[in-house]
């Protein structure tokens, strides 16, 4: 099946470091995007990255994608408190767009 | 900035009772969808809508579950028959293509 898996599943760091969370998934996609929860929340969307693209920035966050590999990577520069949150990789389905095929998530907590 | 809404944001139910979510997706936007996610797992999705039909659904969408879009503005989730695996956080989203999904805030359903 075709899915988004984070690594690591939980990260600490202190407040003013960089984060960096890996996303890999399985089979062909047409966009990669990363999305933000905080505890119970809803969902934030990020950042998209299409599949011919290789790097997106946006303010502090920085998606690459690898599509020979099958991997994507999110770092997140200086960190701040309320970056503490889930951040969850995720896939387009295989004929486009129907559905959204989420990872389990890489839980952040920066530390002030 | 334009948002999708849900209500109610929680709701408790007993077991074998119907339950309508209900979600306002953002105005110009014609593909809705459905997902879920149960405690410390990750969001699956459900269903997606275009057209005043179903476009695709999940394993988990069975007999028990129907979408509608009523009116020009709400789009509903209907569980008929709830069971206690159906306790789960129920996002509603939307899209004006393929791309972006723009999620709600959530509806917290526990069934007792």
């Known amino acids: 099946s075709q899915q988004g898996e984070e690594d690591p599943q939980a990260l600490s760091i202190q407040e003013g470091e960089n984060a960096t969370m890996n996303c890999s998934y399985k089979?062909?996609?047409?966009?990669l995007q990363w999305y933000r929860q905080n505890s119970g929340r809803g969902l934030v969307h990020l950042i998209l990255i299409r599949s011919n693209e290789r790097e997106k920035h946006s303010g502090r966050l920085r998606v690459t994608l690898d599509t020979s590999k099958k991997s994507s990577s999110l770092l997140i520069t200086a960190s701040r408190a309320a970056d503490t949150a889930s951040y969850f990789c995720a896939t387009d389905g295989r004929y486009g767009g129907f559905k959204t095929i989420f990872g389990a998530g890489t839980r952040l907590f920066v530390k002030a | 900035e334009p948002e999708v809404t849900q209500t109610p944001s929680h709701q408790v139910t007993q077991m074998g009772q119907e339950v309508i979510l209900r979600c306002v997706p953002i105005s110009n936007h014609l593909y809705f969808y459905w997902y879920r996610q149960i405690l410390g797992q990750k969001v699956e999705f459900l269903v997606s809508?275009?057209?005043?039909?179903?476009?695709?659904k999940s394993e988990i969408f069975d007999d028990q579950f129907s979408v509608e879009r009523p009116d020009g503005s709400n789009f509903t989730l209907k569980i008929r028959s709830t069971k206690l695996e159906d306790s789960a956080m129920y996002f509603c989203a939307s899209s004006d293509g393929l791309e972006t999904q723009y999620f709600g805030p959530g509806t917290r359903l526990l069934v007792l």
């Open positions: 809508f275009y057209n005043n039909e179903i476009s695709e």
């Open positions: 089979t062909s996609i047409n966009n």
